[in-house]
């Protein structure tokens, strides 16, 4: 046998004093972890699927109402409703209001939107808002995440299959695993000479996106006018095709936005230059111009845009604008009355088109614009848009900083 070596007391000293060393740095790294930060509380069973409303309500009461400024539009994913308040994001029962899950970080809330059957919480640190937690709708146990550079502030938008980040100097398109599939704007570490992005100097006025593109309006420092790029994925997610139209006579601070992008199709609205009405044009993916709408007067700084089924809604302050979504071209609008006018832009359920009006819920037929019925809903005034989203026969409406449920 052979024997084994002797033990000095040196010997156990050092292998004590090592332990230690790993005991104290695995100690530091939790203490200073993402994990030791979260706290996170899954619901015990699963949320049901919401089936769809066959026919919209006869009638609608309030059933609950949550705080929720860190959304901008109700966050409904698979049958629960996120709100987002502080540090916290909260999975709601749709009828009851009830938390049923909830997670926190030790740091404040950007924004929550959604993708597919995720929430998508969106939290500050050092390096802006990057870091990205996605929580299943269903339960609240988290998925895929991410983390990186990005603006103090951003808006986050989504179509349900990605999710815009976008800041004044920077905006990154997420697809539903968090990967990146474009980065565009100033970058803090640079990883190859070429990924210069936005040169310096530039401003994001506004930007939206679909699945496959996103479209930014900026604001450069030796330029008068503003001009719109359109994004296209390339070979490296920080190296989008760009194509830059630009736009004469608009001026950083006209209140251009870009309101919609669907398939190779932009619409922007545009204020009048030089006596001209304001309007909204219709920009393809070569930068072409297929369409122009003139508008009665500039829209409110409150305007709010919702993608409802086939139709792009744009409420622009007293009345609103459906568009095709295929072609982004305007089919009718829904103008105010003597009694009642829109309050934000439309939602899609049961095959209608429904749309919050002073006092009430508005019906429409979606192909026509032709209204038909109101459903009497009691609002106090909030200053900004109603914004409307459904799940099955329930309606839920985010006025400011609160989400109220209505069934």
Not at 59 to 69: D, N
Not at 193 to 209: K, Q, Y
Not at 382 to 395: K, L, Q
Request: hydrophobic share 40%; net charge neutral.
């Amino acid at each position: 046998m052979v024997r084994p070596e002797r033990r000095t007391k040196g010997d156990i000293l050092a292998a004590a004093a090592i332990a230690v060393v790993v005991a104290a740095t695995a100690s530091l790294i939790w203490w200073t972890s993402d994990a030791r930060a979260t706290v996170s509380r899954p619901a015990g069973v699963p949320a049901p699927t919401p089936t769809p409303a066959r026919e919209v309500p006869a009638a609608l009461k309030q059933l609950w109402t949550a705080a929720s400024p860190a959304t901008t539009a109700p966050v409904v994913v698979s049958g629960t409703v996120a709100t987002g308040d502080g540090r916290r994001v909260d999975g709601r029962d749709p009828g009851t209001g009830q938390v049923r899950w909830s997670y926190a970080r030790d740091s404040d809330l950007c924004g929550v939107s959604w993708i597919y059957h995720l929430a998508v919480a969106v939290y500050k640190d050092d390096r802006g808002c990057g870091q990205v937690s996605t929580l299943d709708g269903t339960t609240g146990r988290r998925g895929p995440a991410r983390s990186g550079y990005a603006d103090p502030r951003v808006r986050l938008s989504s179509d349900g299959t990605t999710v815009l980040s976008a800041g004044v100097t920077r905006l990154e398109l997420w697809r539903s695993d968090m990967v990146r599939m474009l980065a565009y704007g100033e970058t803090d570490a640079r990883v190859k000479p070429s990924a210069r992005g936005l040169h310096s100097g530039c401003r994001l006025v506004s930007a939206a996106a679909s699945s496959s593109a996103v479209s930014v309006l900026e604001s450069c420092a030796n330029q008068a006018d503003l001009r719109l790029v359109l994004l296209r994925p390339g070979k490296e997610d920080d190296e989008p095709q760009q194509h830059v139209v630009a736009e004469p006579g608009i001026g950083a601070n006209s209140g251009a936005v870009v309101l919609a992008v669907w398939e190779n199709n932009t619409a922007v609205y545009l204020p009048g230059s030089s006596g001209a009405q304001p309007r909204v044009d219709v920009v393809d993916d070569t930068g072409t111009t297929v369409s122009s709408t003139l508008l009665p007067k500039p829209p409110s700084t409150l305007a709010a845009v919702s993608q409802a089924g086939s139709l792009v809604t744009w409420w622009t302050g007293d009345s609103l604008m459906v568009f095709d979504g295929s072609s982004l071209t305007l089919r009718y609008t829904i103008a105010a009355g003597e009694t009642t006018a829109p309050l934000g832009p439309g939602v899609m359920m049961a095959g209608r088109l429904l749309v919050p009006v002073t006092g009430a819920i508005g019906v429409y037929d979606p192909v026509s614009g032709a209204n038909e019925r109101y459903i009497p809903v009691n609002r106090a005034p909030s200053g900004s848009a109603v914004v409307p989203a459904v799940s099955g026969s329930r309606v839920f409406e985010q006025r400011g900083d609160t989400v109220v449920a209505l069934g």
